[in-house]
C-alpha cells in the first residue's frame, strides 16, 4: 500500500506560478513512475505529467508543455508538479498518482494504481 498526499493547491491569478507537491509512503518510492492527473469540473480526468522511477524521463500533456515541469526526488519520496504562466482552463483538481514497476509513460488513469485525495488548483481571469 502507498499512501500519497498533495499540498500546494490554491487561487492564482492567469500568469502566475504554483508548486504542487506529493510526499508518498508506505512502499519503494523509486518502484513507482509517478504522475499528475487533473479533473476540471464536468469532465473526465486528464493525465498532466508523469516522471520515471530514477526521474530520466518525463512526459506531459501537449497543453501543458512549455509551461509545467514534473520532477522527483526519491531520497525524500516527494514529486513535484511546478506550473508556470497558468491559464483560467488550468482549474481543476489535481492528482498525484504513482503506477507500479511502470517503465513506460501512460496518459490513462487505469494504469495507475494509488492516488492522492487531491489538490484543487483555481486560477482566476
Known amino acids: 500500500q502507498v499512501q500519497l498526499v498533495e499540498s500546494g493547491g490554491g487561487l492564482v491569478q492567469a500568469g502566475g506560478s504554483l508548486r504542487l507537491s506529493c510526499a508518498a509512503s508506505g512502499r519503494t518510492f523509486s518502484n513507482y513512475a509517478m504522475g499528475w492527473f487533473r479533473q476540471a469540473p464536468g469532465k473526465e480526468r486528464e493525465f498532466v505529467a508523469q516522471?520515471?522511477?530514477?526521474?530520466?524521463?518525463?512526459y506531459y500533456a501537449e497543453s501543458v508543455k512549455g509551461r509545467f515541469t514534473i520532477s522527483r526526488d526519491n531520497a525524500k519520496s516527494t514529486v513535484n508538479l511546478q506550473m508556470n504562466s497558468l491559464k483560467p482552463e488550468d482549474t481543476a483538481v489535481y492528482y498525484c498518482?504513482?503506477?507500479?514497476?511502470?517503465?513506460?509513460?501512460?496518459?490513462?488513469?487505469?494504469?495507475?494504481?494509488?492516488w492522492g485525495q487531491g489538490t484543487q488548483v483555481t486560477v482566476s481571469s
Open positions: 498518482a504513482a503506477a507500479y514497476l511502470r517503465l513506460t509513460v501512460s496518459y490513462s488513469d487505469k494504469n495507475y494504481d494509488y
Open positions: 516522471v520515471s522511477r530514477t526521474g530520466s524521463n518525463t
